[in-house]
């Protein structure tokens, strides 16, 4: 081990023969954190030892920031001698229950995938990914940041790992975002009727738009009128424990038996909008609240926010772009997948589909848009689904109805009306969701949008029209996306398919593993404006306009 006395102060807590267990300070910083320097033995019996040090420091540390890094010497990615091995699976196990314990993941990584090698002779050159730097959700979040780069090994047999700590992280401003807990203060409906009932002349779009902008100032306001949520809870966790100790000094004290009903009912709306304000920034779909659920939702916000956070990213050349450059990665590789203009070939659609809808349901897709359908439509929306650019959720919308639904369903109408929609309304967040655990690449990434409520809204009501005749014109082979199909029927018919194929008897066959990339993520728009195609299938021309 060595280090840079004029930037940080090493002291080694504790060691053995495969494991360094330090305590930094950052001078630069003023910060302390725990690293621990592994180097794993080559036997999985031996390394038993590590796994309950390891466990074992995690309690000393007592959740502060610590971070570990080295030679695991445990491979997810072995070669055929060693796969499947009983030693390989315990070895794998006994790993895998370490890292649950002491409650680490990978810190965001770029550069060379395999950190070892054996040196080539002939065909029998070994790549593995041995090393890797891990750490816990109090070092993410106390250094936003943070990443680490595996460089080439060049004349060694490991590669060399660094762990990037910015000591410098900008902050940009956040925008408005509207969360759910603000639909259970007495004040809420009060605040949205005020400000709603103010005359703005324009479009009702237009209206509406304007209208939601002015609320977003009153909104933040009572937020932080209630003060900060997680302090709410500590404060009055700290009163109640204060009070209940004086009540068992006095129990016949009735002034401090109503202080203490109030505060358990205080501290109980609390602790459940901390816990609704936390669900809604954790996206944990699967967990309904109830049962002081919020530790868990504070590591899955921490969780989040480190993997939201892209801090290296490496494009499709295997050129590394760092903090303010990995915009420029991402824009140029979009640019090239998404920006490319097609040249579409207008053909002849005569007798081109054989199945088309019947003119009764053509007509019944146009049919005018009622004020129940909007509100159906809104209302189908989840709570929790990730706002657009205007910040607010469906909660909203939900909570304030009776004060907003006559704009706002004047508002779909209108582009129902008119077939034009406001350039507000329509524009989107393209938001990155990593399609692995550890996604180093821009490839590693998949965009989504993330679209206002009114966009939403008028998409579900044209998707509940068409999706009734979609199963008429598309073809069976398609087994997913259409009411009443599963995509695990296709999936089923592949595996008995491709059953014996790898045998030699039998007529000649040949299999092809095709990736398609998203292909109707990158349709040419002039290919969809051609409406013959459409027209083929019996649509009604003024649905397609």
């Known amino acids: 081990m060595g280090w840079n006395r004029n930037d940080v102060d090493v002291v080694v807590i504790d060691q053995d023969e495969q494991v360094i267990h330090t305590r930094i300070w950052l001078k630069t910083e003023r910060k302390e954190v725990f690293c621990s320097f592994i180097y794993a033995h080559n036997k999985y019996t031996h390394r038993r030892s590590l796994w309950r040090n390891l466990c074992k420091h995690k309690v000393f540390i007592r959740n502060r920031p610590w971070s570990i890094m080295g030679d695991f010497n445990i491979s997810l990615f072995m070669d055929e001698s060693t796969a499947g091995s009983s030693n390989v699976d315990i070895a794998m196990r006994d790993f895998r229950d370490c890292v649950e314990e002491i409650e680490v993941a990978d810190v965001q990584s770029s550069g060379l995938h395999f950190t070892w090698n054996q040196k080539p002779k002939g065909d029998h050159g070994i790549l593995k990914k041995l090393d890797r730097i891990m750490a816990n959700s109090e070092f993410l979040d106390h250094f936003t940041g943070v990443h680490a780069i595996f460089k080439p090994y060049r004349v060694s047999d490991h590669s060399p790992s660094v762990l990037c700590i910015p000591t410098l992280c900008g902050t940009k401003p956040k925008p408005f975002k509207f969360f759910n807990v603000l639909t259970s203060n007495e004040k809420f409906l009060d605040v949205v009727k005020a400000d709603w009932e103010q005359y703005i002349s324009g479009f009702y779009m237009y209206r509406v738009v304007k209208k939601l902008k002015c609320l977003k100032k009153p909104l933040r306001k009572l937020l932080y009128e209630k003060g900060n949520i997680h302090a709410n809870v500590n404060r009055l966790r700290t009163d109640l424990d204060s009070i209940q100790t004086y009540l068992d000094a006095d129990p016949f004290n009735m002034s401090l038996r109503e202080r203490e009903a109030e505060c358990i009912i205080e501290f109980n709306q609390a602790v459940l909008m901390e816990e609704r304000f936390l669900k809604q920034k954790a996206k944990v779909q699967w967990l309904k609240e109830g049962d002081s659920n919020s530790a868990y939702f504070h590591k899955a916000v921490k969780s989040r926010v480190s993997r939201s956070r892209i801090d290296v990213v490496s494009n499709s050349e295997g050129v590394i772009f760092e903090n303010n450059m990995v915009p420029n990665a991402f824009v140029a590789h979009y640019e090239t997948f998404l920006g490319q203009a097609g040249d579409p070939i207008i053909f002849n659609s005569t007798n081109l589909f054989k199945v088309c809808i019947s003119d009764q349901e053509a007509l019944n897709m146009v049919r005018d848009i009622s004020n129940q359908d909007i509100k159906e439509a809104i209302f189908s929306i989840g709570d929790d689904k990730s706002p657009g650019p205007d910040g607010y959720t469906a909660a909203f919308f939900k ?147």
């Open 399 to 545: 909570e304030a109805w009776n004060v907003i639904a006559n704009d706002v369903t004047h508002a779909v109408r209108e582009f129902f009306r008119n077939g034009t929609i406001l350039k507000e309304i329509n524009h989107t967040i393209i938001a990155l969701l990593p399609k692995v655990k550890s996604p180093s690449r821009v490839n590693d990434y998949r965009p989504i949008s993330c679209c206002n409520v009114l966009f939403k809204c008028i998409s579900k009501i044209i998707a509940n029209r068409i999706k009734h005749c979609l199963k008429t014109i598309v073809s069976p082979n398609q087994s997913a996306f259409i009411p009443g199909r599963s995509i695990t029927d296709n999936i089923l018919l592949t595996q008995e398919l491709m059953h014996n194929y790898h045998l030699d008897r039998g007529t000649p066959r040949c299999a092809f593993k095709v990736d398609i990339q998203k292909a109707y993520d990158t349709v040419d728009w002039d290919f969809l404006r051609m409406i013959l195609i459409l027209h083929g299938f019996g649509f009604h021309e003024k649905m397609i306009s």
